[in-house]
């Protein structure tokens, strides 16, 4: 059974170009979450989402940011217009179901450069 | 709202050695509690967890158990090896609502 799955796993843009971010949660998971790391920092949450859905957005930038979780194919966080302060890791995790027992289980993560 | 406190790093033990990496966590009601270990350059990897008070989670020599009357989740070793470094995090989970510690970065020294 494969694992959640990232990609691109490194992503170097140039500021002011756009960034996707991809991630196939684990097979039979309809729950993804998006989490930031800075060097040297623990995970900050970004959103949750299911199927077609937004559930909780409370961390996410209020503007250049974007997340969506489409019936069909990955989940996808989209950052335009970026800047330096973009550059970090960005870890996808899913987890089977809702409630406090389900733990989240993490992709290999995608590490953005900004240059 | 919960949140998790953990031990700060870093840590440098020599192998063999025993590690306890603290954890507290503030909580309504009745969450479950995680241990998870990041390698360099790598994801989380769930190590550990309890779901209920007095529960031990236990995973390749690690330990933790669920301590309500302390709200606390401590991770132990009785002898590390240097292929433990890493960064161990301490998470709860209240409702599908996962909060993390700041990590403890740990080096273990042959």
């Known amino acids: 059974n494969a694992g959640v799955m990232q990609n691109p796993r490194h992503l170097v843009r140039r500021r002011g170009q756009e960034a996707r971010l991809r991630c196939s949660p684990m097979?039979?998971?309809?729950?993804v979450y998006w989490y930031r790391q800075l060097p040297e920092e623990g995970l900050k949450f970004m959103v949750y989402?299911?199927?077609?859905?937004?559930?909780?957005e409370s961390g996410m930038p209020k503007e250049r940011f974007s997340a969506e979780f489409p019936k069909e194919g990955p989940s996808i966080l989209r950052i335009q217009q970026v800047v330096r302060g973009d550059s970090a890791a960005y870890f996808c995790?899913?987890?089977?179901?809702?409630?406090?027992?389900?733990?989240?289980?993490f992709g290999p993560g995608t590490r953005l450069t900004v240059t | 709202g919960n949140s998790v406190t953990q031990m700060e790093g870093p840590v440098t033990l020599s192998e063999e050695a025993f590690l306890t990496i603290n954890c507290t966590y503030t909580a309504t009601g009745y969450p479950s509690l995680f241990w998870y270990v990041q390698y360099p350059g790598e994801g989380l990897q769930l190590l550990l967890k309890?779901?209920?008070?007095?529960d031990k989670g236990s995973n390749k020599g690690f330990e933790a158990t669920y301590r309500k009357e302390t709200t606390s989740f401590h991770l132990e070793k009785g002898s590390v090896q240097v292929s433990d470094s890493a960064v161990y995090f301490c998470a709860l989970n209240g409702n599908n609502d996962m909060r993390f510690g700041a990590g403890t970065r740990l080096t273990v020294k042959p």
């Open positions: 097979k039979g998971h309809s729950h």
């Open positions: 995790a899913s987890s089977p179901d809702r409630g406090h027992s389900y733990e989240q289980y």
């Open positions: 309890a779901t209920k008070a007095d």
């Open positions: 989402l299911q199927k077609e859905n937004i559930i909780d």
